[in-house]
């Protein structure tokens, strides 16, 4: 018996009739040439590059040839059906489906056309060209046709391409090879080749709908057909009874037959004819219908960069709003759930078009938001929270705050989109900030193996199951919803492509919700077209009232998110399931492709909040629009999008420059912000105390003593008290940098010491100097440094990188001698362990640490903080070896161990972070050795570190 997924494949089988598939398509009226019988101008593919992508004819066709205007080298080659042998007309036409790029072109793009490997003419593509007919003809007569006929998402040219070849030029009754290549213009502008032989199909699909009718409940049976050639009807029959005639045109035909609802699965027989062309018979399961409320969430993905220039972006988002605004009026007689409903994803963009608004437009804006017809996200953007400490998240939502108090608006829930995981100390901060919803919806690509790119197990684990998220004291909670299909589904839509497509991607979405059990009649659906920094769909309105006019369920309703829970939560509120834990996050690793900036975002950011201590305990008043803006730029560098889409591909690119030069300037105005509020005299004069004070602790200062590899310059012993702490089989000891050559962690390389000096050895502190070689560096230096003074260990790690663009990771070795090892993460007040405090669907393979972390046992244990490095490793390093070019296997577990990696630096990503860096970089490690673990003394040690660092010299 087959499940219901397997079965809705069935329903969606494509019953085929080969159409004359080698021969001949059809006599039919084309642009320019007449009437013409047309030969199927692609039979099969000879060479080039194959990708699936959007056709003219989505349901059937989704295989093309590729070639762009980069080296001049990548050639495109098919074969077309033979000349009739009884070809008695001069010419011969052929067609296949093609596309090309036009609405993303930057200039004109050369393409050359070669028939059998003899150059024939040169065709040229232009941006923004959208005319209905362009050619290009040979000497020979030779003529090359394109008819546009739709766009796709990206707004590019979709259509068919005619050939028109002299046949005294080749032979009778012979193929054609037809080749394509993009001429040299460092460019990735393209041209495709649909792989299709022009072939009549037919698809029927039992969609889960109900129909509105006048007398009865139906569900609807959805044909769908290509057909090629003059009009003509198409018979069918269901179950034996013969059903209305259908007329069907030239191309893709889609129509509807009304059924009786079951209650229980149940089989039908279809039969459909047309003419002496297509017959075929069919077996059609149909199932009960779960009557469904779609929330589309509209709204645009805020990528600051990556697809765009960031000044670009900006631009989008304001216009975005404006679009609304003018919708919104549009629509205001709509039936209430069709009216236009926009979501703005980031206040980074709502406070861009407050600066530039007029008073009017900004009283408009604000009117729409209180009407629910614009919904605000309360984030000020998309943020690695595994990169921020407690304090900083609430950064993250502080715009919200004042604009809630300033304008009187109710922003109570939060979107985040594109990143997988968030911190569990979100939970704290968004509930103190007044946000009670929390709606995720993390990158999708169906076509990848997790659903998405870099996400391991999230969406499997979490994707469409709401759930109450308790915070780490178990005071606070929010409702956490993570989309199930994302925040891109409906990506390379253009606006009102939900038309053409829209209905069987509604009924497969539904079938996969029936077949998981989806256990609620409310279902969240971000609707973001086009791509990331998206634009609005002026369509959609109309859309939904049609659809809501035509069916009973599903009803679609334009929404903001806070409808949706607000909804969601009157209806399944004392349903819905209550899970405490962190859901540790997964992209914060690219973070560490530009280490040196992001160590010194981390130092001004621990800064940020020293200065603010330091203020309260002087009673000195800070200057507010300069604070804000330190934390606001922040936050912007903790923004997921580190650059552009092809920084790895194309790092030189002036699009990849400018995007990362722009990036950087937000570090460098957060530290400018950052030293203006340090420049006020009462707070320099504290610093300067607070930096030259040493600390001293009450604790019995243990004997400790230590000794260096001569080989490596790890540290191959640590004993206190006698107790030995380092596992020197591991690595050759504690404390040094491990170069990781490739995807392979078992391919690494250790340093190997130069000179070992003592840079200090008075009676209170003594520092020892090793300095070494390594692959991938300039040089590595380790100080080891004690203070009679205290009971820890300080490490420091400088590492002086190459610039490298090959695959490669750094991380410092910390392999201790720790039996039946607890690794304990904190996490605000709090701590998390692997083995207790990660929710299904986190981050296995790395462990984002704000302040500390420790390892222990039941007697003794070791504290460890380091405050310039957000992320840990236990018991390996990360391996990012691949299944295919863009995708690896992610931990589904992971367990405590007494060896510990901090993870310092990698280009493993293939898009957006940096593909090489260089330069020097420094990480100081601090250990605290001590008996049973005690979570105050840990939160101690964290505090005091991380103080110590932001208050450091930059």
């Known amino acids: 018996m087959p499940t219901m997924k397997s079965s809705f494949k069935i329903l969606f089988a494509t019953l085929i009739l080969a159409l004359f598939s080698n021969i001949v398509i059809a006599q039919i009226d084309v642009p320019i040439f007449g009437k013409q019988t047309i030969l199927n101008g692609y039979t099969k593919t000879l060479q080039g590059e194959t990708i699936s992508y959007f056709s003219i004819y989505p349901d059937f066709v989704n295989m093309a040839l590729l070639t762009r205007c980069n080296d001049g080298k990548k050639a495109i080659e098919w074969e077309t059906t033979a000349i009739p042998s009884n070809q008695t007309a001069p010419y011969a036409y052929f067609n296949w489906i093609a596309a090309h790029s036009t609405g993303t072109s930057k200039g004109d793009r050369n393409f050359d056309l070669f028939i059998n490997d003899t150059y024939v003419l040169t065709f040229t593509t232009h941006p923004k060209n959208y005319q209905p007919i362009w050619s290009f003809e040979s000497k020979d007569s030779t ?172 631009k989008i988002h304001i216009d975005n709003i404006y679009d609304a605004l003018q919708l919104i009026k549009e629509t205001k007689d709509y039936p209430n759930g069709s009216r236009f409903v926009w979501n703005v994803e980031s206040l980074w963009a709502v406070e861009s078009f407050l600066k530039t608004a007029s008073k009017a437009d900004q009283q408009a804006f604000f009117e729409a938001v209180r009407k629910k017809q614009i919904g605000l996200s309360g984030f000020y953007t998309n943020v690695l929270t595994g990169l921020c400490n407690p304090e900083e998240m609430n950064w993250i939502t502080d715009y919200a705050v004042q604009l809630r108090k300033e304008q009187k608006l109710t922003i109570n829930a939060v979107m985040m989109s594109d990143i997988p995981g968030i911190s569990w100390s979100m939970v704290h901060s968004l509930a103190k900030q007044g946000i009670r919803y929390y709606s995720s919806g993390p990158n999708y690509i169906e076509s990848m193996p997790d659903k998405g790119d870099r996400i391991g197990s999230f969406l499997r684990a979490v994707g469409d199951k709401p759930f109450w998220w308790k915070s780490t004291d178990g005071k606070d909670s929010i409702l956490l919803w993570t989309a199930g299909k994302g925040y891109s589904s409906w990506h390379g839509y253009a606006p009102g492509g939900i038309n053409d497509r829209g209905e069987k991607k509604i009924a497969a979405y539904l079938s996969e919700l029936d077949q998981d059990h989806y256990p609620y009649s409310i279902i969240q659906w971000r609707y973001n077209i086009f791509s990331d920094n998206g634009k609005t769909d002026g369509k959609i309105s109309d859309f939904v009232r049609h659809w809501n006019e035509h069916y009973e369920s599903p009803i679609i309703r334009l929404a903001t998110v806070t409808d949706l829970f607000e909804d969601f939560e009157k209806a399944y509120g004392k349903r819905i399931p209550t899970l405490s834990g962190d859901l540790t996050p997964y992209w914060e690793d690219g973070a560490y492709s530009s280490a040196k900036e992001e160590v010194a975002a981390r130092q001004t950011s621990f800064k940020i909040l020293e200065l603010e201590k330091i203020a309260r305990l002087n009673k000195v008043k800070i200057d507010s629009v300069e604070l804000y803006n330190a934390k606001k730029f922040i936050v912007l560098w903790h923004e997921h999008t580190w650059g552009a889409y092809n920084s790895i591909s194309e790092p030189d690119s002036k699009f990849a420059i400018h995007q990362w030069d722009y990036k950087k300037r937000l570090l460098d105005s957060a530290i400018y912000f950052t030293n203006k509020i340090q420049q006020q005299q009462e707070l320099s004069a504290t ?178 903080a380091c405050p310039a490095a957000a992320l840990f490793e236990l018991g390996e390093m990360i391996d990012e070896k691949r299944i295919t070019r863009d995708t690896k296997i992610w931990k589904e577990a992971s367990k405590s161990s007494a060896t510990l990696f901090v993870y310092v630096m990698n280009n493993y990503w293939h898009t957006n972070y940096k593909a090489d860096q260089e330069g020097k970089v420094k990480f100081e490690i601090v250990l605290q050795f001590h008996q049973k673990f005690n979570l105050s003394e840990a939160q101690k040690l964290g505090d005091q570190v991380s103080s110590r660092f932001g208050l450091s010299k930059f």
């Open 687 to 864: 610093i300067h105390h607070l930096e030259s004070a040493t600390p001293i602790n009450n604790r019995v200062i243990p004997k400790l003593v230590y000794a260096i590899d001569n080989s490596t310059g790890f540290i191959k012993s640590i004993q206190v008290n006698g107790k030995e702490w380092v596992d020197p089989a591991k690595y050759s000891g504690l404390g040094g940098a491990i170069y990781v050559k490739g995807f392979n962690p078992s391919n690494y390389f250790l340093s190997k010491v130069k000179k070992i000096e003592w840079t200090e050895d008075g009676p209170l502190t003594k520092t020892q100097r090793i300095t070494c070689s390594l692959e991938g560096m300039k040089e590595v230096v380790y100080e080891i440094s004690k203070s009679a003074l205290d009971d820890k260990l300080h490490i420091t790690v400088e590492l002086d990188k190459q610039s490298i663009r090959d695959k490669e990771s750094v991380h410092i070795a910390l392999p201790f001698s720790i039996t039946n090892p607890t690794v304990r993460v904190g996490m605000d007040n709090s701590f998390i362990s692997p083995e207790k405090g990660q929710l299904k669907g986190s981050n296995r393979e790395f462990f984002s640490v704000q302040k500390w972390i420790d390892i222990s046992n039941e007697n003794v244990g070791v504290t460890i």
């Open 143 to 314: 003529k090359l046709l394109f008819n546009y006929l739709k766009q796709d998402g990206a707004l590019d040219a979709h259509g068919i391409a005619y050939l028109r070849v002299p046949v005294s030029k080749y032979e009778i009754g012979k193929s054609l090879r037809i080749k394509v290549i993009g001429q040299k213009q460092d460019s990735p502008d393209w041209y495709m080749t649909f792989q299709y032989p022009f072939e009549e199909k037919m698809d029927v699909a039992a969609l889960p709908f109900l129909l509105k009718t006048n007398n009865a409940k139906k569900v609807p049976l959805l044909f769908t057909v290509l057909h090629f050639g003059n009009s003509t009807n198409i018979e069918i029959e269901i179950n034996g009874k013969a059903q209305e005639k259908h007329t069907i045109v030239n191309g893709m035909n889609s129509f509807e037959i009304a059924v009786e609802p079951v209650t229980k699965k149940t089989d039908l027989t279809i039969k459909a004819k047309i003419g002496q062309q297509l017959s075929v018979e069919k077996q059609l399961s149909i199932y009960p219908v779960n009557k469904r409320q779609i929330y589309f969430i509209h709204n645009a993905h805020t990528d600051i960069g990556y697809s765009h220039l960031q000044e670009e972006v900006e």
